[in-house]
């Protein structure tokens, strides 16, 4: 039997889950909510299924929810899917602080049921080479700068509003936080300067990383260029290597000091694979087959809102700032 798939939140990202999910013949899609019922209806006409006029309802009739709505109401939705002993996909950020994040990990823990965050950005081609190439050991991380910029806070209109995002780094950056992680394990440290230019809150970021295993990272994250190509880079730095990607279109790289620099481009890729989302549905059905666990845990969404929490502090206080020793 399929599992049947709820999404809450048919707006922009849940339209792109549910086109990818509408080919995987493990799932059907079962029922839509959202606040705003006429999307719903829009969803289901598109893809099949019904409207569920309550969450209750959508719970009651559903295996799996995807939860697709704004930053501000993810802790609270998942947890009320967890308490409806549901498996969820939620969209990132985890949550908004880290209360709110350790509550919903050590229920999602507790559950027993697949929980998988939105970080899809770990399934883009150009990242899982980056990350290939670490684990194969052809690259042994000693420098890493990355950045990641917005032209603007404007579009869509509430973007620069944190009481709806949560702050500038839990939009896009916390994407960027994530990956740290996922290539560079564990966060000892953050040292952070940031100021505010247009909207009242910080939108300038510069951050310098230490992770436990020894290893530094500086990070420049803001909101006031333009939209000139790319607005996210890594740049990894070995011993005379050098693996650099360019937006999750191309990654080049050199190993060594006299050779070819090789490049593979996913630029004519479809947007679905290239973002990585193809991936993390699939793998997402995987989880709910038993085929194995997912692959971007409660755990990993609490570490990146933990990290992200840090950064937020050493701002305010102009000192470094230990991970751990956020009050709680
Ligand atoms: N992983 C990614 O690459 C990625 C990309 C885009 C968006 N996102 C995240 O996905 C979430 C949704 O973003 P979007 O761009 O699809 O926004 P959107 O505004 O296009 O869609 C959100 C939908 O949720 C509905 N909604 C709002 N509150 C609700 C509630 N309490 N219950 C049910 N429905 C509700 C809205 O009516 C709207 O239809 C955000 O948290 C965003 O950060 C992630």
Not at 143 to 161: D, F, I, T
Not at 202 to 213: C, E, N, P, T, V
Request: proline share 4%; charged share 25%.
């Amino acid at each position: 039997m399929p599992h049947k798939i709820g999404i809450i939140g048919a707006g922009g990202i849940g339209s792109i889950h549910a086109a990818i999910l509408a080919k995987d013949a493990r799932v059907t899609l079962h029922r839509f909510f959202d606040v705003e019922a006429a999307r719903a209806q829009g969803m289901a006409a598109r893809f099949g299924g019904r409207t569920a006029g309550t969450l209750e309802e959508l719970f009651a009739e559903c295996d799996a929810i995807y939860v697709c709505t704004p930053n501000t109401t993810h802790a609270e939705i998942a947890t009320q899917v967890l308490e409806a002993g549901k498996h969820i996909f939620c969209e990132k950020p985890f949550a908004l602080n880290l209360e709110s994040a350790r509550k919903l990990r050590d229920r999602a823990l507790r559950s027993g049921r697949v929980y998988q965050v939105g970080h899809n950005r770990r399934f883009a081609p150009v990242y899982k080479t980056l990350k290939g190439a670490i684990d194969r050991n052809e690259l042994r991380p000693l420098s890493v700068h990355a950045k990641m910029n917005r032209g603007e806070l404007v579009n869509p209109p509430w973007v620069w509003n944190a009481s709806l995002t949560g702050g500038f780094l839990y939009e896009t950056p916390v994407h960027m936080f994530d990956l740290m992680t996922f290539f560079f394990g564990k966060v000892d440290w953050v040292e952070v300067a940031a100021r505010a230019h247009e909207h009242g809150e910080l939108d300038d970021f510069s951050i310098l990383i230490g992770f436990q295993s020894g290893l530094q990272a500086t990070m420049k994250t803001f909101a006031h260029a333009s939209w000139h190509f790319p607005f996210e880079r890594f740049e990894v730095y070995g011993m005379h290597s050098t693996y650099e990607t360019f937006e999750m279109e191309r990654i080049s790289f050199t190993n060594g000091l006299e050779t070819r620099t090789n490049a593979y481009d996913f630029s004519l890729a479809p947007m679905a694979e290239k973002w990585g989302y193809i991936e993390e549905d699939r793998l997402f059905v995987d989880a709910l087959e038993g085929k194995s666990p997912a692959p971007v845990t409660a755990e990993d969404g609490y570490n990146v809102v933990e990290l992200i929490e840090a950064c937020y502090s050493s701002a305010r206080k102009g000192a470094r700032v230990h991970l751990g020793t956020l009050v709680k």
